[in-house]
């Protein structure tokens, strides 16, 4: 099944202890975003890559890292986690080209505390 | 960044009755996309639309390309309680590879 997936699904942490998120496609998509998001402000990018090795700032890259090292994986980095870090996050990808149809994983609601 | 005005906010309705939502932007658009998402889940592609004035069906949803390029609507006929969730809309410039979002339309149904 083609699909995004995300882990983990929950998190709840301490300020400034360092988490990763991890985000994995089966689809062979070049492009892979990050996004946030939160009541009354939408989805919100993070960061986004357009293929391995090259990645990009969104709108909301402060207190985040991305790294993409293989063409599936795309772990979100949370080096100092802050209260103002708690959401929603969904990992997505598509194509780089041609269609522009984006598939979102599950969501991974993530609380610091 | 750059938001799509969606409306509206919020709607509520009876089982049954016919839904309509769109989208507008300020700029001219060459893709537009729609999507579902339910509680505490991802959102969920529905509909992609490329040229303008093209309408396309998926089931009881409709959704159409704004012939202006600003814009697009989505409606869904004889809703049914599975409807419910938040409908999004996203769009594409031209050359851009970054997709817009719009604010959500949080669809509420009455049995």
């Known amino acids: 099944e083609a699909q995004v997936t995300q882990n983990p699904r929950y998190l709840i942490t301490v300020t400034g202890k360092k988490l990763t998120v991890t985000c994995s496609q089966n689809m062979n998509h070049e492009y892979m975003s990050w996004y946030r998001q939160d009541p009354g402000l939408g989805l919100r990018q993070i960061y986004y890559s357009m293929n391995v090795e090259v990645t990009d700032k969104g709108d909301v890259p402060e207190g985040y890292k991305v790294s993409r090292k293989e063409k599936r994986n795309f772990p979100l980095i949370l080096e100092s986690p802050s209260p103002n870090q708690t959401s929603l996050y969904f990992c997505?990808?598509?194509?780089?080209?041609?269609?522009?149809?984006?598939?979102f994983g599950p969501g991974t609601r993530l609380t610091v505390t | 960044g750059q938001q799509l005005n969606q409306s509206p906010q919020s709607m509520f309705i009876q089982e049954g009755e016919d839904v309509s939502m769109n989208c507008t932007s300020s700029s001219i658009f060459n893709t537009w996309l729609w999507y579902k998402q339910d509680p505490g889940e991802g959102p969920v592609l529905l509909i992609a639309l490329y040229k303008a004035g093209e309408l396309t069906s998926n089931g009881r949803l409709t959704a159409q390309f704004g012939i202006t390029r600003k814009d697009s609507f989505l409606n869904i006929s004889a809703s049914i309680p599975s409807d419910v969730g938040i409908y999004f809309c996203a769009g594409r410039s031209q050359g851009a590879q970054k997709l817009v979002f719009g604010q959500g339309t949080r669809l509420t149904i009455n049995p």
């Open positions: 997505a990808s598509r194509l780089a080209g041609g269609s522009y149809e984006q598939y």
